[in-house]
């Protein structure tokens, strides 16, 4: 099953009126085993009529690919940031440009991260060196944070992609369900456009 499209070279054929084509959903979060592949096709401004037809064109190419479906939503910039669209925060955080190969919000100057807040006051000793090799690794072995580009900010804080956020959670809650203070969601401003 291939599910992280936007990391393939993949041959689509598209207009020009296509502003991006974003993979989001389940199946860009590292752990999660997906029923569908969520797509977001963002148009120029085109009539509606038009950017459902491009769509089905670009879903009935991303099908033959894959075996699992996929699930496809079109929009322009007005309405991918319209109050109502529930998808908004899904693709804008975590959305992958497949013609990009990257964030799709770096197309706006900004680069996504988690932070996840933590204190291992309540823990035994034990507890505590469990949870340093599992942030930093262990006999050559890397942790966490080296093996998915995570950094630690701070004691008690570490600095995250989104995609791993799963993989991050359940590895701390098997150390200890109340280590995790709070997870924050936010953007970094990239220097090129900031």
């Given at each position: 099953m291939m599910q992280k499209l936007w990391q393939k070279k993949l041959k689509l054929n598209y207009s020009r009126d296509v502003f991006d084509i974003i993979q989001f959903g389940s199946s860009v979060i590292e752990g999660k085993e997906p029923n569908d592949l969520d797509i977001a096709v963002i148009f120029q401004k085109i009539p509606l009529k038009e950017q459902l037809k491009q769509a089905q064109e670009i879903k009935k190419q991303l099908q033959k690919i894959t075996k699992i479906p996929v699930h496809i939503n079109a929009f322009d910039l007005y309405t991918l940031f319209d109050k109502s669209n529930f998808a908004k925060e899904n693709i804008l955080f975590y959305g992958k440009s497949i013609i990009l190969k990257d964030?799709?919000?770096?197309?706006?100057?900004?680069?996504?991260?988690?932070?996840?807040?933590?204190?291992?006051?309540?823990?035994?000793?034990?507890?505590?060196?469990?949870?340093?090799?599992?942030?930093?690794?262990?006999?050559?072995?890397?942790?966490?944070?080296?093996?998915?580009?995570?950094?630690?900010?701070?004691?008690?804080?570490?600095?995250?992609?989104?995609e791993y956020?799963?993989?991050?959670?359940?590895?701390?809650?098997?150390?200890?369900?109340?280590?995790?203070?709070?997870?924050?969601?936010?953007?970094e401003c990239v220097k090129v456009l900031c």
């Amino acid at each position: 099953m291939m599910q992280k499209l936007w990391q393939k070279k993949l041959k689509l054929n598209y207009s020009r009126d296509v502003f991006d084509i974003i993979q989001f959903g389940s199946s860009v979060i590292e752990g999660k085993e997906p029923n569908d592949l969520d797509i977001a096709v963002i148009f120029q401004k085109i009539p509606l009529k038009e950017q459902l037809k491009q769509a089905q064109e670009i879903k009935k190419q991303l099908q033959k690919i894959t075996k699992i479906p996929v699930h496809i939503n079109a929009f322009d910039l007005y309405t991918l940031f319209d109050k109502s669209n529930f998808a908004k925060e899904n693709i804008l955080f975590y959305g992958k440009s497949i013609i990009l190969k990257d964030y799709f919000v770096k197309r706006f100057g900004l680069n996504p991260k988690i932070q996840i807040f933590y204190s291992l006051r309540h823990l035994e000793k034990k507890e505590k060196v469990r949870f340093n090799y599992l942030l930093n690794g262990k006999k050559g072995n890397y942790g966490l944070l080296k093996k998915h580009n995570g950094r630690l900010l701070k004691p008690g804080l570490i600095e995250i992609p989104p995609e791993y956020e799963k993989i991050f959670r359940d590895s701390i809650i098997k150390i200890s369900k109340d280590s995790i203070i709070k997870i924050s969601k936010d953007f970094e401003c990239v220097k090129v456009l900031c």
